[in-house]
């Protein structure tokens, strides 16, 4: 009789874990959902009012066009090589230096060393 006893308890309990984890795996899926609707909704209102796409949006842009590009048997770096190079610009502006002068006494002015 003691051993039925504790048998049932056993698959009592088993049964209370296996529920207890299964509620946790829910409340973990229902709160990943939420939160990407939260950054769904952030994002959607930042890229309105900045213009900027999404993070996302653009690595999965670059990820489409990296695969096209595989799919046709050329790497994006062999491409770039075959193309025809661009003129670069001979004109090249360095920084100018200018002097600027402090309107302050020579007595507030703090001694360099």
């Known amino acids: 009789m003691g051993d039925s006893v504790n048998q049932f308890f056993g698959q009592i309990l088993g049964l209370v874990f296996k529920l207890f984890l299964g509620l946790l795996a829910v ?3 229902v709160s990943m959902l939420a939160a990407g609707l ?3 909704v952030f994002a959607s209102i ?3 009012l900045t213009g900027r796409k999404p ?3 653009v690595m999965f842009s670059q990820m489409q066009q990296f695969r096209r ?3 046709d ?3 994006p770096a062999a491409r770039r090589q075959t193309a025809e190079p661009q003129p670069r610009s001979a004109d090249v502006v360095d920084v100018e230096v200018r002097e600027i ?3 302050r006494n020579a007595a507030d002015k703090p001694r360099q060393p």
Do not use: K, T
Request: charged content about 15%; aromatic content about 20%.
């Open 27 to 29: 409340v973990f899926a």
């Open 55 to 57: 993070a996302v949006a």
């Open 73 to 75: 048997g050329v790497w």
């Open 101 to 103: 002068h402090d309107e």
């Open 69 to 71: 590009s595989a799919a």
């Open 38 to 40: 939260i950054y769904l």
């Open 46 to 48: 930042r890229f309105l």
